[in-house]
């Protein structure tokens, strides 16, 4: 790779679920990176091992990337795992034909290379790049946001009459997220890896050249902050990456984690549960 001179740092935590469901790809021989956030099944499911559905989908995806030898396409691999992934959960049993059933996960990869940087993303995981003069370019965008909006409003309008528990807000809501699992890979829904052959049309990839590029980070969506602490007129995203940068990965999660505790019935600031799994790495050039 020439004289590029590449370090990275990176960072994954448990959230309150039973499984941590997010994974990290680190590949460096192969100078490959990403972040995966696991989706168990709306049917609970756990293995003998007591891995669930998100648990098994992510970390199925993660040793397939470390174990590539051969520098193929990126979306050619990521159709791979997805192929993988479908065969694992017919040998479980699993019913591919219901949606409520198939485990899944949330992708974002790059891997670098002399003359740039090529990435790949579905569902919901981000990778923003940050150039010298502080510009922030997200490469890639929430597939959820517009199914999530509606969700997070009716949330909102759960604690305006009184709600005053997470547990009671999710019952108004719970409706409405299975609803939109059923969006999975269809045409106004979102992307996400879960077996299904549709996966493949909603990868988002592509490959940005190295000039003036000074660090990419990658993010599972338990690293953004809630938009309630995003001083208005700022760019979300380039406050997140600048919030990063300047305090680092550990203190930027731990301050995460410290908000989110602050506000265990998730009224101050709207999200599904108090604590989801958290997984970023920084890369600088």
């Not at 709306?42 to 040793?63: C, M, Q, R, S, W």
């Not at 009716?154 to 809501?173: F, M, R, Y």
């Not at 045409?187 to 890896?193: A, N, R, S």
Request: glycine content about 8%; charged content about 25%.
């Amino acid at each position: 790779m020439g004289d590029l001179i590449v370090t990275f740092e990176e960072i994954t935590r448990k959230g309150v679920g039973i499984r941590h469901e997010d994974a990290i790809i680190s590949h460096p021989l192969a100078n490959m990176y990403g972040a995966l956030d696991g989706v168990s099944s709306l049917v609970p499911y756990v293995n003998a091992k007591k891995e669930t559905g998100g648990f098994i989908a992510a970390n199925l995806t993660k040793n397939y990337f470390e174990s590539l030898t051969e520098p193929g396409s990126l979306k050619d691999h990521l159709a791979e795992a997805n192929d993988l992934l479908r065969e694992q959960m017919r040998l479980a049993n699993i019913d591919l034909d219901k949606k409520e059933e198939l485990w899944g996960t949330a992708v974002a990869i790059i891997r670098i290379l002399d003359d740039g940087v090529e990435f790949i993303q579905t569902g919901d995981c981000m990778i923003l790049a940050v150039y010298d003069n502080k510009e922030v370019r997200p490469l890639t965008w929430k597939q959820v946001s517009h199914l999530e909006a509606p969700v997070f409003a009716k949330w909102q309008d759960g604690i305006d009459k009184g709600l005053n528990n997470q547990k009671d807000l999710h019952e108004t809501v719970i409706d409405r997220i299975k609803k939109n699992r059923y969006q999975s890979n269809m045409d106004g829904g979102y992307g996400v890896l879960n077996g299904e052959k549709a996966a493949v049309r909603f990868f988002e990839y592509g490959k940005i050249n190295l000039t003036c590029l000074k660090h990419i980070i990658l993010l599972t969506d338990g690293m953004f902050l809630p938009t309630t602490i995003v001083p208005e007129q700022t760019s979300y995203w380039s406050f997140v990456a600048h919030t990063i940068l300047s305090k680092g990965l550990t203190l930027y999660t731990q301050e995460l984690i410290e908000l989110e505790e602050s506000d265990p019935e998730c009224m101050d600031h709207v999200r599904f549960k108090k604590s989801d799994d958290k997984t970023a790495i920084v890369i600088h050039f």
